[in-house]
């Protein structure tokens, strides 16, 4: 797979996580305290991000892409076990499942890209 692609995937997965948070933000978590203000930081990193992958062709932020999606999967799956900030989920949404659809698509397909960058520099 090229490089544009996996860019491609990646900058989507990041937008379609920060979408997800988006229209949960307007839903729920723009009332809850803590959460609703991570939830915008979340919208804007994904943005920020995505845009990073798709201008720079630096390793920097298809690394951020994976924290990000590691990040967030994280935070998630907290908040589904144990609670996150007095929020308990219980993956229940459309909204749950694409944003669990996204943030590892950000993982597989930032880390297949690294991979890809790795091979070729090991190559010359």
Excluded: K
Excluded at 9 to 18: K, N, Q
Excluded at 42 to 52: Q, R, S, Y
Excluded at 89 to 108: K, L, N
Aim: proline residues 2%; hydrophobic residues 65%; charged residues 10%.
């Amino acid at each position: 797979m090229s490089d544009w692609i996996l860019r491609v995937l990646v900058a989507a997965g990041l937008l379609g996580s920060a979408w997800v948070h988006l229209v949960v933000w307007f839903d729920w978590a723009g009332d809850t305290d803590v959460i609703g203000p991570l939830f915008l930081v979340n919208l804007v990193a994904g943005v920020v991000i995505a845009v990073a992958v798709l201008i720079w062709r630096h390793w920097l932020p298809v690394l951020a892409a994976v924290g990000f999606g590691a990040a967030t999967l994280l935070a998630y799956w907290l908040s589904v076990t144990v609670g996150l900030f007095g929020v308990q989920e219980q993956f229940a949404t459309s909204e749950e499942v694409w944003g669990v659809i996204t943030e590892a698509g950000c993982i597989v397909f930032s880390a297949a890209l690294l991979a890809a960058r790795s091979r070729r520099r090991a190559a010359v």
